[in-house]
Each structure stands twice: as C-alpha cells, then as structure tokens.
C-alpha cells in the first residue's frame, strides 16, 4: 500500500510534481476522549500534555497532541513506540472513563512545503493558510473530502481518512501539475 | 459602413502579431490585443447576431460586459454558448459563429417572427398558445426550439484527454478550468482611477490586498476615453510600485460576478476562452470601485446594427483603432458625449450632427462644438432610422414638452450617417453593491440610481458611487481605501503623509482630509450653473411611426411592451419585470434597467425613485458551468473511496461500482467472455456449495465505550444490547422517533462498557451523526463514541468451507461451532495477522467477517485467497452478495428499508424488545395513529416473496403490483433476479397486506422493453424483450410466498 501511494507522487512524465508534497511515514495515531481530570493524569503519567486550546497542537517528545473537539484529541507518536503507549492509555483510561482507540490505520497524511501551501491547498480548501502559524491545526475540506490541517515550522500536514488516499493524491497530482 | 483601422491609434493593440479567426465560415484577421468585437468591427462586419424574440438583426451596442446584442457561439478552442463578443479575447484558431439564426445572421428565416409581433407580445405566452389545451404538444417543441440563445456543446476531446492526471494531455486539450478560494484584507474590484487609488493606500500598509479587474490592464474606462493621458501615466506609475509589493495580488481579466454573506465574493478570471479560474475571495473588507455603464435612449428603431453607446464608439476608436462609422450622429441628453464627439472628429471622423434631448444646452460644450463646425440639434430626437440593409440616415424632429409628455413641435429633418452614437446617461454599477445588501436610492441631479447604505464591510466609490470624473473618482478611491483600513483598526493620522506622497504630479487630485471621510454624497442637488454633469432625463421619446424602441436588447422588450404591463395592471416594476422579462436576459438589464424603470415611472406618474429598483442578483455577467464545475470530465468530480484491496480487485478483472458514500465496490469478476448473469451465477454457487470470499471494508464501524453504553445502546437499539456478554452480537435495528428503521446491524459486546457496531456503508457517516446528537444533544450521555470504518479492513468468507480456508491460512482462533458459535467474536490472529473475527452472516451460509487493521488488508485477503485456491474460493461480488441475501430473505437498507417501512412491515418484530422501558421509536409503534400509514394499519405494506408464475421471468426491481383492475398500486419489487441456487426467479416485494396474502396471485407490471432471463434446453442463458401490449400495460403473474427462499431454519448459517 504505501509503495503504490509513493509511487503516486513521482514525477510525471512533465516532471511537475514534487511541488514539495510527501507522504508521511504512518505513526500511531490514537483517538482519546476523556474528561478533564484524565487529561490531567494522562499528563502526570505520560507527559503528555493536551492542548485545551481549540485548533491548536502541541509537539512533544512524548507524543503530539492534537485538538480534535472539547475533550477530544488525535495523539500521533512513531509506530515504534505506538502500541506500547496505546496499551498504557488504555489501561489508564478504562471505558467508563474514556476511549482510547487505535486509528493509526485509518488516515493517511502528507506534507506540503509552506511555499507551496497556499497555491497548492488553496485550489480546493476554503482555509485561509497565511493565518496558520506554527501549533494551529484546522479541521476543514480539501476536495470535497474532510481533512485534518497541521501547521508546523516549514510545512503543513494534510490528514485524510485513508479510504480517499488514491482519490486524494491523483487530486494533488492534478492541481501539481497545473 | 466602411469600417477601418485607424492607422496609429489603439493602445490595446499589439500590431505586430496579426491573429486569424473564423466567424460565420469567413476568415478574418485582427490583431493580438483585439476582442472578437473590435476585430469584427474593423473587418467591416456589422450583423453580429439575431435577437432573442424577433430575431432582429443586432450589431454591437457596447465594448465590455455590458453588451447586450453581440452573444456568439464559441466552436474553438474551446466550446462555449453565449460568449460576449466584446469580451472574447481575439486567439489563434478562434471559430465563432451568430447564435439565434438561419441560415445565417443577414438572412434568417427566424425574422417572420418580427413581422408576427403583434401575436407575441409580452406575456404572449399567459394568453395565447393556452387552447385549445391539445395544441400546447404542437406548439411546445416549436417554442422550445426557437428559445434559447447558443447551445452547450461538450468538448470533443475523450474523457482521457481529459484526464487532469495527465499534464500533457491537458494541455493538449487547450487548457484548464480551475477554483481557487483566497482570502484578502481588503478586496478591490476594479482597477481603474478608482480602484488604483484605493490600491495604493491599501497596499501601503502591508495588509493583503486582492485587486480584481475585468480588464488585461489598468485603467478601467480611461484607455477608451479622450485626454485621459496624465492620469494613465499615473495609473501606470502607480501599478508599478503597487506591484513591487509581496502584499498585493493583482488578478487580471476577472470579472467578480457575486457579493455575497460575510464579505464573500466570486470572481471568474477568464485568460483565455478555454483557461479560467473560478476565485472564491473571502475578504474582510470590499472596495467597489466597479464604475459605470453608459445608458442607452429609447427611440425608434434602436437596436439597428450601427446604434452603439458613444463611449463604446470612443473606446473603439482609442484602444483598438477602429473607426466604427466615418459618419456619426450623436444623440445625447447630457454633456459626456459632446467630449467623444469632439475626439472623434479630432481624429477626422465627420459629425453629422450632435442631437440633444436638451433645450437649455452648457454653454462651454456649444461654444466647443461651434468651434469645431459641428452642427448641433438642441432639444430633438430621432424620429425615424433608415438602416435596410445598413445603416444610411436618422430622421430628427424637434419636440417639446406638452402636459408633462415630449411630442414632436416641428418637421422631421434627415442626416445621413453610417453611426448613431448614444449616451442617455450613466448608471453606476451597483451590482455588487446591492447583491450585498445594500440599499440604492435615485439621485435626480444624475438621473441614475447610486449606493445608499451599506450592509457589509463594503466601500463604493468613484464613478459606481456617482462620481464621473477622473479627480472626482480618484478623491472617492482614497478615500475608500482610506475607510477600508481604518475599519480594519488602522489610525486615520497614518494615512495624511502617505497620501500626499502618492498625488500625481501632473494634476492634484484633492487628498482627503481625516474628518472628510463621510463627505462624499453626490446626492446634494446643488445648482451650480452650468454643472456639467447634469442631465436631462429622457425616458419617453415622441414614436410618431411606431416602430420599435427597444428598452432591453437581451430579451426583446419594448416600450409598448411595459405599456402593455402597466395596462394590464402590473405596476410593481418587480412585476413589469415578470411579466415582460425585461432585466431577466443574459445581459441582467446592466443597460435596461433604469431606463425600464424610469419609464415605468414615466408612464404611472411617478419618479424613479418611487418606482424602486428590481433585485439584484448574482452572477453580475454570465458565467459558464464549466468554470463553475470544471472536473466534470474527469474520475476527480467527486471524492471515491477505494478500501485497501481495491487494488486486488482492479488487478483480477473485477467491474467495479460506485456505491454508497462514494466507495468503489466489486460488482462481479468475470473471467473470459462471461457475461454478468453468468458471473454472478457461477459466483452464488461458490458461495452455497464450497465458499466466497469476498470485501465488505466500507460497513460502517463504530466503537462506543463509557459508563452509560449500557443504557445508551439499548435507547438507540430496539434489541436489548445490555444483555450481551462480552464477545458476543446481535442484530439490531435502528429506528428513527417516527418508528421507521433507519438502520440495522450488529452489535458486539468486546468489553464492559464497550461495544462494537456495524452500519450499513452508505449510512456510516449518518449513524455516527445521529449517535454523537443522542450522545450531544438528546441525552448528554456518558459515553465515547468513535467511527473506526477507516481503521478495519473486513474481509468475509462464506460457504460451507469457509472454516477449513481460515485454519489452513492459519489461525490461534478456534472455529468450530461450540467454541466460536455464531454471532460471536475472538480476537487472534489470522494469517499471522493480529486480527477479530466474527461469525455474522449476510449471505445465509457459515460465514466469519475478519477485521484487520487497514494496512493489513491486502496482505490478509491475499493469504485467505491463496489458501483457499484448493478449496474451490471464488471471489464474489456486491451482485452475487444482492442474490444470496435475496434469497436468504435479508433486507437491505434502500431497498426494503425505503424509509417508511416499520420493523413488523419487514418481518422483523423478533428484533424489537417491547418489554424495554423505551428505545427511540417506541412510542411511535404502541401509538393509536387514525391514519392509514399509522404503524398499526392494517393494510401496510409487508415484506412477502414472489415468484413469477413463469419462472424465468425476472421482475423489475421497482416493479408495481397492482390491482386486479389494473387501476391501483399495492405495493412494489424490492428485489429480484434469477436465483441460481433454486433454478428460477425470485423476487422480494412491499405488498400491502402482504402477510394475509400468501398463495395470492397478483399482478406485477411488466417494463417496456424488460428483459426476460430465460434458459434453453441446454441450460445456456438467452434473453428476450418483452414489449408493452395494446392498452400500455404489460403484466405477468406471481404468487405471494414467504420472502424466506433458502435455509428457512437457519441450520446452514449456524453450523
């Protein structure tokens, strides 16, 4: 699967592509909903902390943290340590507590080099990039598909459910290219 | 007329590169700079298209967006319907062609129509052609035919060429239609002197600006104008340094067509014909610096190919050296078109005469006109227009203002020509001003409506405010940008030393104080004498022969035809506007509407502004659906969604479907020269004698964990969910609080209080919806509900060696019956895949469902197909799996669940707890509803088989039952098909009363042209047509039986 989604993003025969669009290495990606007084354990214990901040994310050694809604959040660490942390989140944070539920599989993620994010993005997401600064995520429509929009130093990150992955790159591709 | 190029006038001309084009099946040549419009003209080509009703023959009126005669059909580069001439940028290989003729525009047969008029008035088609109610099929395909102006042609080009992968593909096909959203501080639309001054005070202060202008370059109207030298020069000065700054985004050739909610605008940038952008702009503050549009007279005969706005002459004249006439009669009732004819006849263009509506004339302009030997006809009008077959003479009378109507006092004296040139005023373009929200309100000194108040962040100025000269537009541009940035929380103070930088040098446009911000009305009715930009409305001229005087070019309307309106008692102009489509064409009325209102007022005795003004609407100017929808060519039109084995399915030949929430499903795998129904045969019979494997990723999937899982689950379901043990599943059904089933599924219990549910594909997205409004909304419950459709690949194997293909793919999971029995769950792995399977069944057979991470799924489904290649595995898909649970008797949402039936219509009371408290429709099926829908009707629709008296004729899904008379409906197919496992046809219908009806015979419709699957002797597949019988009806027979046709006892699926 991720050699196919690689092989997707070579240039064409017009050598356009590029465009500083990468595919991400997949991480662990966990979906956590938990009240207040977890979040705050799920601090002490694990050092991560979890922004309160809407349609902000905070990048740790830990693991990121990623504001999905009130109570709501996307942790993404390496998949080296995924499982290791998804077991000690769960055990931390029983049913009737929380949910901790592995979606690592469930999304698909590129980068899109800051230089090229307006031109590029803006082609099919109504966001307005420049305001999006270092730690501001956004949950928008990006070709008419909902994507999760990371904004890190030098590049934005683009998540999309990973059933759209082929949908979405040939989307990129197209707009790359013209 | 002799129309020519003038030999060194035309700034927007590039005369070294010569452009050749197509019009009418005649080759042209013009220049790289030209519109279609200026090369025609300079080509001598007068006819450019016929008119919408009478099919008059119509020259160019216009220069820009306003034009309202001259729509072409594009043929190449890229087809387009209703292109504007005036707009059409002049490209290698352009064909166009007149649209609403034949044979062509000179000579159309269409014309009998103008010689018909008076059968077709306005709002002919509220009184005639309405009887005899028999002849309305006669007379419509007639009136359909000659409606309509152009017709959409679909590119050429394979939808390969098409294809938005392929660059160079794309570009062959000529270029590309795009959408862009882009979000600005302050948005400025229109470059003129306006605009430019707006632009530099905006863009000094490094908030994001956006400049949209319609035009290639800079300018606005003055590159058309007369003297308008200093301030291009400025204009040009100013664009250069407004361009050095990154803050500043200067969109070209874009027409900004809608103003709408929260300071959002569209615009289309047009570069060439077959290369558009669609802007999406959210700005959070607007300058409207859009100018004005010149206002045609009403007299007669003035839509005569050689009428033309004189500011169109002008600009003709200035930006593409054309000469449109060598003769011109000017007819004006105000100062601005004595300026274009004194440059025209600067330039040796002879004045026939200037004709003014007005008595009292300014002193300055006669003594200019006077100097100049031009002769001058104060206070007459065009009585009479010779223009067969070209434009030769006006008639011009003399008239007088008698009991407050104009009427001719004297006789009519001729002037040859071979140009009328018009100006009845201007109106500002308050489109977009009013699309806003905005409020207009007639200003009497200007005879034109102007913007009143705002309601968004939106600043008019200049001409579009009411201000017609350059200093006049460039103060209120200042000033506009000026209130833009201070509304954007700049201080006023920053702006005075910065102001006086940016004057031009070759004349001082006044710099606006801080306390003049606001000081801008026009409206003040002071009588400075004489004040040159007064004029003299002249809405109703003296017709003494009655022949046409056009107020909306676009669609035909006259002056008799608003009389008519008025007549007939509809004074609102809303109505006028209704009844005689005035302002409706495709020209909006951006030339007709005031002069349709101030007639209107004319003729009821009113003014202008009691008349008020129609609404406004988006788009501004036409804009195509290609550039609105420019994928629709291409896979990329809408999102598909592929699961992880897609891949495996492309490769091994499958047909694949788009089905629900846009996934990309398997249909069948034929394999060489096999039709479908064969297919899907040999497919079934895997399934019911060895196994099938087959993709159903796209379920929905939805974990629900908390402290009130219990309880919130046995609400939504109408099972009871909290009875489960851990590992263990139902079938459960969702209702919605009507009782309706919304959705069903299985539940799984993998833990205390947490759960796993699947929905149907097409209803994931709107489950989740409706659990998180439960959770959010309804109930505020304490639970965590999470779609995980994303996260698992599902692949199913099915038959009754499904169990034997999962251990020898190889599995810690034990399979048989007592250890993994039905509707149950483990987690192991399979394949040496972490895995859950569970043992559900949609097919009637032994079947496990078997999750695995996503990435996993290829490399799962791969392993099981490897290992069951010895046990006879087919792959099977989506058209195999709709027989198997038809003859199983399992409902599928949208077929049987069509959004009305209730649990009992469908045969499953066994699913619904009524011993429960409550859960979500449950009041809805105990009600005593009176009404013959009511869930406890006796004549609903209930869920029986059929089977077809013939048993290889296949029904219709959607069939009718119908009455023994054949008169009433009694219910429909859900689902039918040739059965391979019982050698005949089935059927799944909705019966009214059907379950009081087994061993009836009914009645199903047979479709025109429905295919009958029959089988010879040797059992090979043959089809038939059956075609309707003598009374439009065919019917067949069937007999109602249980809708179960397989494994009544469930045994097989259970074992």
């Known amino acids: 699967m991720a050699d196919s989604i690689h092989n997707m993003l070579e240039p064409n025969s017009s050598g356009t592509v590029g465009a500083g669009v990468e595919i991400l290495t997949p991480p662990t990606l966990i979906d956590l909903k938990a009240g207040n007084e977890v979040a705050e354990k799920i601090r002490e214990l ?25 109570n709501h959040w996307l942790i993404r660490l390496p998949e080296s340590r995924g499982q290791a942390m998804l077991k000690r989140l769960q055990k931390l944070i029983p049913a009737s507590v929380g949910a901790a539920t592995d979606v690592s599989a469930a999304y698909t993620g590129v980068t899109v080099r800051r230089d090229h994010a307006i031109a590029l993005l803006s082609q099919g997401c109504p966001l307005d990039f420049f305001l999006m600064n270092n730690g501001d995520c956004a949950q928008s429509i990006l070709a008419r598909t909902s994507v999760l929009i990371l904004c890190t130093e030098k590049q934005f990150e683009v998540w999309f459910e990973q059933s759209y992955t082929n949908y979405m790159l040939r989307w990129l591709n197209s707009r790359i290219a013209q | 007329m002799n129309s020519a190029r003038h030999a060194s006038i035309g700034s927007s001309l590039n005369r070294q590169v010569a452009v050749s084009f197509e019009f009418n099946g005649r080759r042209y040549t013009g220049f790289q700079g030209d519109t279609l419009a200026s090369a025609l003209l300079a080509n001598g080509v007068r006819v450019i298209a016929r008119s919408f009703k009478y099919h008059r023959p119509r020259g160019i009126l216009a220069v820009g967006v306003e034009e309202p005669n001259a729509f072409v059909q594009v043929l190449s580069p890229q087809p387009e319907p209703l292109a504007l001439a005036t707009t059409l ?70 939808p390969a060429q098409n294809n938005p992968d392929n660059t160079n593909n794309s570009k062959n096909a000529g270029g590309s239609q ?81 103003f709408y909610e929260h300071g959002f605008l569209t615009a289309l940038q047009k570069n060439s014909p077959n290369n558009t952008c669609l802007w999406k702009i959210r700005a959070r503050q607007v300058v409207l610096a859009t100018g004005a549009i010149e206002r045609p007279l009403v007299f007669p005969d003035n839509d005569r190919p050689g009428v033309m706005l004189a500011s169109a002459a002008l600009a003709y004249l200035n930006q593409y050296g054309v000469i449109c006439g060598r003769r011109v009669v000017v007819f004006c009732n105000n100062n601005s078109a004595y300026h274009v004819a004194f440059q025209l006849h600067d330039q040796g263009i002879q004045i026939a005469a ?93 005879a034109c409506f102007v913007p009143g108040r705002t309601a968004q962040a939106s600043h008019s100025a200049g001409a579009s405010n009411g201000a017609f000269n350059v200093e006049t537009c460039i103060d209120d541009g200042f000033r506009a940008g000026r209130d833009a940035l201070v509304a954007l929380g700049h201080k006023t103070k920053d702006f005075e030393l910065s102001l006086s930088q940016q004057s031009p040098t070759e004349w001082a446009p006044h710099t606006p104080k801080a306390d003049e911000t606001k000081k801008t009305d026009k409206d003040t009715n002071a009588t400075t004498n004489p004040d040159p930009l007064a004029i003299e409305p002249c809405w109703h001229l003296p017709n003494p022969r009655k022949h046409h005087g056009f107020v909306d070019f676009a669609n035909d309307v006259t002056q008799d035809d608003l009389a008519l309106a008025l007549t007939e008692g509809y004074e609102s102009v809303e109505l006028v506007k209704r009844y005689t489509t005035a ?261 009637g057979e032994l079947s496990y469902e078997i999750n695995v991470p996503a990435r996993n799924g290829r490399a799962l489904w791969e392993a099981l197909w490897s290992a069951g290649q010895s046990f006879g595995l087919q792959a099977i898909g989506s058209e195999a799996n709709h027989v198997l649970r038809t003859e199983k008797g399992y409902i599928s949402i949208g077929h049987e669940g069509d959004g009305m039936a209730l649990p009992s219509d469908l045969g499953l009371d066994w699913a619904v707890d009524q011993t429960k408290s409550d859960f979500i429709g449950k009041r ?115 007999k109602v039986c249980p809708p179960i046709f397989y494994d009544q006892n469930g045994s097989k699926l259970r074992g």
Request: charged letters at 20%.
């Open chain 2, 89 to 158: 940028k002049l490209e290698p290989g352009l064909r166009a062609v007149s649209v609403n003729c034949y044979p062509g525009p000179r000579f159309d047969i269409g014309a009998l129509l103008g010689v018909l008029h008076r059968l077709i008035p306005a709002g002919f088609y509220y009184k005639t052609f309405k009887s005899p109610g028999r002849g309305w099929p006669v007379y419509e395909p007639i009136i359909r035919r000659l409606a309509g102006l152009g017709v959409v042609r679909v590119s050429t080009s394979s």
């Open chain 1, 46 to 70: 694990n050092s991560i902390v979890l922004p309160t901040v809407p349609n902000k994310w905070v990048h740790q050694a830990s693991a990121d943290a990623i504001w999905i809604g009130p």
């Open chain 2, 354 to 446: 200037i004709v003014d509506t007005r008595s009292h004339l300014d002193p300055d302009v006669r003594s200019c006109a006077i100097s100049r030997g031009i002769v001058i006809k104060p206070g007459s009008t065009i009585v009479r227009v010779s223009a067969w077959p070209i434009l030769k003479a006006v008639g011009i009378a003399p008239i007088s203002c008698v009991n407050g109507k104009q009427g001719m006092v004297g006789a009519t004296e001729e002037f040859s020509c071979d140009l009328i040139a018009v100006s009845g005023g201007w109106n500002p373009s308050v489109h977009l001003h009013s699309q806003s929200g905005g409020q207009v309100r007639y200003n009497n000194r200007l």
């Open chain 2, 583 to 843: 302002g409706m064409g495709p020209d909006q009325g951006r030339t007709a509407n005031v002069n349709v209102i101030g007639l209107v007022a004319d003729l009821t005795g009113r003014t202008p502004d009691q008349v008020g003004t129609t609404t406004f609407r988006p788009p501004f100017a036409p804009v195509s659906f290609g550039a609105i929808a420019p994928s629709s060519h291409t896979p990329l039109i809408r999102p598909i969604r592929q699961t992880p084995m897609t891949g495996w399915h492309v490769e091994n030949d499958a047909v694949m479907y788009e089905s629900g929430a846009g996934w990309q499903r398997p249909g069948y795998y034929p394999r060489a020269h096999e039709s479908m129904a064969t297919t899907v045969e040999r497919e079934c019979l895997a399934v019911r004698l060895k196994a099938g494997i087959y993709d159903s990723s796209p379920l929905g999937k939805i974990e629900i964990c908390g402290p009130g899982a219990d309880d919130f689950l046995d609400r939504v379901y109408t099972c009871r969910v909290s009875r489960l043990k851990p590992g263990r599943g139902r079938y459960g059904l969702m209702l919605r609080e009507d009782g309706r089933l919304l959705d069903d599924g299985v539940v799984f219990k993998l833990g205390e209080n947490h759960y796993w549910l699947s929905t149907t594909s097409g209803n994931a997205d709107v489950v989740v919806a409706w659990l998180e409004y439960l959770r959010q909304v309804v109930w505020h419950a304490p639970v965590f509900i999470t779609s995980v459709t994303g996260q698992w690949a599902n692949t199913v194997v099915c038959g009754p060696l499904s169990r034997q293909i999962i251990e020898a793919t190889g599995t810690d999971i034990p399979l048989d019956v007592k250890a993994f029995p039905f509707m149950a769950m483990s987690y192991g792995n399979v394949a040496d895949l972490p895995a859950r399977v569970f043992r559900v069944s949609y097919t």
């Open chain 2, 924 to 1038: 809805s099926l105990i009600t005593d509803d009176p009404e013959p829908d009511a869930p406890k009707a006796t004549h609903r629709p209930k869920l029986i088989g059929l089977l077809t008296t013939d048993p290889q004729q296949v029904l219709a899904e959607g069939s009718q039952i119908v009455s023994a008379n054949g008169c009433s409906s009694e219910g429909f197919v859900t689902a039918s098909m040739y059965s391979p496992t019982l050698g005949r046809s089935i059927a799944l219908a909705l019966l009214n009363d059907g379950k009081n009806r087994l061993d009836q015979l009914v009645q199903v419709t047979v479709q025109q042209d429905a295919t009958v699957h029959r089988r010879d002797k040797a059992n090979k597949e043959k089809t038939t047509k059956k075609f309707l019988n003598s009374n439009g009806l065919s019917l067949c027979q069937a």
């Open chain 2, 178 to 258: 795009r959408q862009k959203f882009a979000h600005c501080d302050v948005l400025i639309v229109g470059c003129g002197p306006t605009g430019t001054a707006a632009a530099l005070i905006a863009a000094q202060k490094g908030v994001r600006v956006i400049i949209a202008d319609c035009q290639s370059i800079a300018g606005g109207s003055l590159p058309g104008e007369c003297y308008a030298g200093p301030a291009l020069s400025w204009i040009k000065r100013s664009h250069e340094s407004i361009k050095q700054q990154d803050n500043v985004q200067y969109l070209t050739d874009t027409q900004v067509f809608g």
